[in-house]
């Protein structure tokens, strides 16, 4: 597709119903999110233009206020692992968990080229697999972990492709009972790291200055770091920015979401997956979790809209698409701070909800900011306001004398 045709169909939802039929089942039709774009996010000293599917007001505004402030500071430094994911091929009843590990151990060699014949397209493309682990985990448990270079693919696919394939080998070697075959979504050897470093000048408001800001989103990150019920919201605002990248571009955002938060839960407590520091004028933040996108295979081969959203990041790999995905988060996380430790979230969220109110209760065209302006200074954002005022436009616009010719 060229891109006056791509832009066509993802002004069109981006997936048409006869498609949609092929790829799940039971379908009744599609289902429609904004599509937009995150502007100012500068990686590594590099430009990107994110594509983000969302449909929460202010997300998209505010993860591209934000990058405009991180850039100011030089943009997001960001660095990402090797595309590695994790197969797992569980045992029960295995005999002798110590022998097992030691047998699959010196059988490595052949249990990797095994698994690489199961994915001889991913081996010609750079990726298979690199190395495997086994982990007894007590009661006759085995658990056997492949670790797979899945070069620009999510890998769900060839990941469970590589499990299967190997499964039959593995029991022999560990005598036990075959269980599950299937990935880990908790992808800890994928991950992506991103700083940034953001002087407390460009934090500034009408009504708080720069540092006041910055020791506010600093006292919020310590916040989070000592309590989980904050942590939770903290992550959930990165992963505003993070998922709407994920999705715009075809990715699994439950994979990433689930990997995500059991990251943050690693070491017993859950806790923030970006933390904020003060140092000396400036606000440093620093973000690590892990990451499996793809930019090959999975919707992006069929959905217009992820085909778009990977023609706007337009990232050199999946390793790039994830740090700039990571960066919207970062992104997010610092708007969200901002605005909490200064008006508070509800005036600029407001602002943007009204307009959706306005379009909920019907207007059209220019109406839509005009209600929307009318409730917001009313205070009172609600449909049936909106009605009415919707109501009010169209009378007095009804009965005006017609434009002089
Ligand atoms: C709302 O979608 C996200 C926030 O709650 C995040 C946060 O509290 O940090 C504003």
């Known amino acids: 597709m060229d891109v006056a045709e791509l832009v066509a169909a993802v002004g069109e939802g981006g997936l048409a119903c006869e498609k949609a039929d092929k790829?799940?089942?039971?379908?009744?039709?599609?289902?429609?999110?904004?599509?937009?774009?995150?502007l100012n996010v500068q990686v590594n000293g590099e430009d990107f233009v994110a594509p983000m599917v969302v449909e929460e007001p202010s997300v998209v505004a505010a993860a591209s206020n934000a990058a405009r402030m991180v850039r100011e500071g030089g943009g997001f430094s960001a660095e990402?692992?090797?595309?590695?994911?994790?197969?797992?091929?569980?045992?029960?009843?295995?005999p002798d968990g110590a022998r097992a590990c030691l047998r699959i151990k010196q059988y490595a060699n052949e249990l990797i080229a095994l698994g690489n014949t199961a994915v001889p397209g991913l081996v010609r493309r750079g990726g298979g697999v690199r190395s495997i682990?086994?982990?007894?985990?007590?009661?006759?448990?085995?658990?056997v972990h492949f670790h797979v270079d899945c070069r620009d693919a999510m890998g769900a696919n060839l990941v469970n492709t590589v499990a299967e394939a190997v499964a039959d080998r593995l029991?022999?070697?560990?005598?036990?009972?075959?269980?599950?075959?299937?990935?880990?979504?908790?992808?800890?050897?994928?991950?992506?790291?991103?700083?940034?470093?953001?002087?407390?000048?460009?934090?500034a408001s009408d009504d708080f200055d720069g540092i006041e800001v910055r020791d506010g989103i600093v006292r919020a990150s310590r916040f989070a770091?000592?309590?989980?019920?904050?942590?939770?919201?903290?992550?959930?605002?990165?992963?505003?920015?993070?998922?709407?990248?994920?999705?715009?571009t075809g990715n699994d955002?439950?994979?990433?979401?689930?990997?995500?938060?059991?990251?943050?839960?690693?070491?017993?407590?859950?806790?923030?997956l970006c933390v904020w520091r003060a140092d000396g004028n400036?606000?440093?933040?620093?973000?690590?979790?892990?990451?499996?996108l793809g930019t090959v295979g999975g919707p992006s081969r069929v959905h217009a809209g992820a085909k778009m959203g990977l023609r706007v990041v337009d990232a050199s790999s999946a390793t790039e698409l994830a740090m700039v995905a990571a960066s919207v988060g970062m992104a997010s996380n610092l708007a969200a701070l901002r605005a909490l430790a200064t008006d508070?979230?509800?005036?600029?969220?407001?602002?943007?909800?009204?307009r959706s109110v306005a379009t909920a209760a019907g207007a059209i065209g220019a109406d839509v900011e005009r209600v929307a302006a009318h409730i917001h200074g009313l205070g009172d954002i609600t449909i049936d306001t909106a009605r009415r005022v919707l109501a009010e436009l169209s009378r007095s616009t009804t009965s005006a004398p017609p434009p002089a010719e």
Request: overall charge negative; charged content about 20%.
């Open 133 to 143: 682990e086994p982990r007894y985990l007590g009661d006759g448990m085995l658990v």
């Open 23 to 38: 790829i799940i089942e039971n379908v009744l039709g599609t289902f429609s999110l904004p599509f937009a774009v995150a």
């Open 171 to 203: 029991q022999e070697l560990c005598d036990g009972r075959t269980g599950l075959r299937i990935l880990s979504n908790l992808c800890d050897r994928r991950k992506v790291r991103v700083t940034c470093c953001v002087p407390a000048r460009a934090l």
């Open 80 to 94: 990402a692992d090797e595309p590695i994911m994790i197969a797992q091929v569980q045992f029960d009843e295995v």
């Open 253 to 272: 955002w439950r994979a990433v979401e689930a990997g995500a938060h059991a990251y943050a839960a690693r070491s017993g407590t859950y806790s923030p």
């Open 225 to 248: 770091e000592r309590d989980p019920y904050r942590a939770t919201t903290h992550n959930k605002g990165l992963m505003n920015g993070l998922d709407a990248v994920a999705i715009a």
């Open 282 to 292: 400036d606000l440093m933040g620093e973000l690590e979790l892990p990451l499996s």
């Open 344 to 354: 508070g979230i509800q005036r600029g969220h407001m602002a943007l909800h009204a």
